[in-house]
């Protein structure tokens, strides 16, 4: 029923305001989402390669729409459980995922506590078929593996968070690889908030290798790591698997000995301070105490502006190219924290808040997956002058669009904000959408 309580605004009593519009939506931007989704068949891919333990015979709601709504809310940004009530009627969700209304928040609650180690195993399976797919759409050349460790907060008693002291907080500490090139999340994985940085990478990240030597043996692997990653392990997993990497080391005494040749070289450039600022660049083979042989070494070494004190960066490296061109290359690894910063704020991966470590765990991977969509559908089919835009700002532009509803006997017609200033915008994000050259199964 309408709550009929039409208000007056004291700044000008004749705007009047109330909420019985009728049959609308803010989100009618969201059926570009649904296009993009059917367009890939990610849909009917759920359906078959995804299935909770789950002893009842039958279901109103399936695992299938369960988490397709899952993805679709999390694309609009509704975050919290709580939002499958209060878009329950709501006529865009109700279109998009093809149902009279949505699953309630306690329908929603026993559906992820039904995710178990095999529902963990299935999000792995569904994101490399899906990967298989967006290849076949645009094949790269090569792919940036980046890896870092972020923590998710945890508030309360959940399984498995703890005290991180890095970070002086309380959570989990997730292990995550991005494609440095593309934005695309590779792989998470959710660990205990004691874990160390690199702790479990070699096992994270051979499902990665594995993955990329079968299904793709002409793209080209790519590896960085910060210095918690600076572990000869990893050193090896990469060179066994044919992987160019460059890894920080801490810099330490022996390292800066190493390149004392670069200090002198400094001093003489800047002992006038004529110049602030300046860098230099090195190589040389080296050999830690937990090395079984030498490996090539390449650094910078700079003055900063103002500064007089040196700073050193030291990267560990398997590749052949100059010294100056692996340093930078390292140091595009910064942008990382930009895709973090979008998982965590666009996506909300902090959304940690059972008490099971196991329901966080899987909770993750829907976040993760509706991360991977929006990405693939920014990149593939989002108009070309959105295409560098953040996830906040084409909600706000593209999907938070208000629409009427109007229904006939054959059709439900979606009649959007006619002042909307990204109409063009729209029509050619649905025009790329209907362009795209997907491999049929």
């Known amino acids: 029923m309408s709550i009929v309580n039409t208000l007056s605004l004291e700044s000008n009593r004749q705007i009047k305001i109330n909420f019985d519009g009728g049959d609308l939506s803010s989100d009618a931007g969201l059926p570009l989402i649904k296009e993009f989704v059917s367009k890939l068949g990610i849909d009917k891919l759920l359906g078959k390669a995804f299935k909770t333990n789950d002893s009842a015979l039958f279901r109103y709601h399936t695992d299938q729409e369960n988490l397709l709504q899952m993805i679709y809310t999390i694309i609009a940004g509704y975050f919290e459980d709580d939002a499958s009530d209060e878009l329950t009627n709501d006529p865009v969700f109700k279109s998009v995922l093809e149902k009279d209304a949505l699953a309630s928040q306690p329908t929603v609650s026993r559906f992820f506590n039904r995710m178990d180690e095999d529902t963990l195993n299935q999000f792995l399976t569904i994101g490399r078929i899906l990967r298989n797919k967006i290849y076949n759409i645009q094949m790269p050349q090569a792919v940036i593996l ?199 704020s666009g996506f909300d991966f902090a959304s940690v808040s059972s008490h099971s470590r196991m329901v966080n765990a899987n909770r993750l991977q829907v976040h993760a997956l509706a991360y991977n969509i929006f990405n693939w559908f920014r990149l593939l089919v989002l108009s070309v002058n959105m295409r560098k835009q953040r996830i906040d700002t084409v909600r706000l532009k593209l999907l938070k669009i208000a629409a009427k509803v109007v229904r006939s006997a054959r059709y439900i017609t979606f009649k959007l904000c006619s002042s909307c200033p990204y109409k063009n915008e729209f029509y050619e994000t649905l025009s790329n959408i209907g362009k795209l050259n997907v491999q049929l199964e």
């Not at 110049?275 to 050999?287: L, P, S, T």
């Open 146 to 344: 980046d890896l870092d460790s972020t923590l998710l907060d945890a508030y309360g008693r959940q399984e498995g968070s703890a005290f991180n002291f890095h970070y002086q907080s309380n959570g989990y500490h997730p292990l995550v690889c991005y494609d440095g090139m593309t934005e695309d999340l590779i792989k998470i994985q959710l660990r205990d908030g004691t874990q160390y940085s690199c702790t479990g990478v070699v096992d994270f990240l051979q499902t990665v290798l594995d993955e990329y030597l079968n299904d793709y043996p002409s793209i080209r692997i790519l590896l960085r790591g910060d210095s918690g990653f600076a572990t000869p392990d990893l050193y090896e997993q990469c060179e066994k698997n044919g992987t160019s990497y460059v890894i920080r080391l801490k810099e330490n005494g022996i390292l800066r000995e190493k390149v004392s040749d670069l200090v002198d070289e400094l001093d003489e450039i800047t002992q006038n301070n004529t110049v602030d600022y300046a860098a230099a660049y090195g190589e040389f083979m080296y050999k830690a105490g937990s090395w079984p042989y030498e490996r090539r070494v390449v650094c910078k070494v700079e003055k900063p502006d103002n500064q007089m004190v040196y700073m050193y960066t030291f990267v560990v490296t398997n590749m052949e190219s100059s010294p100056e061109y692996l340093i930078k290359f390292y140091c595009k690894r910064g942008l990382m924290e930009n895709f973090i910063k979008e998982s965590k």
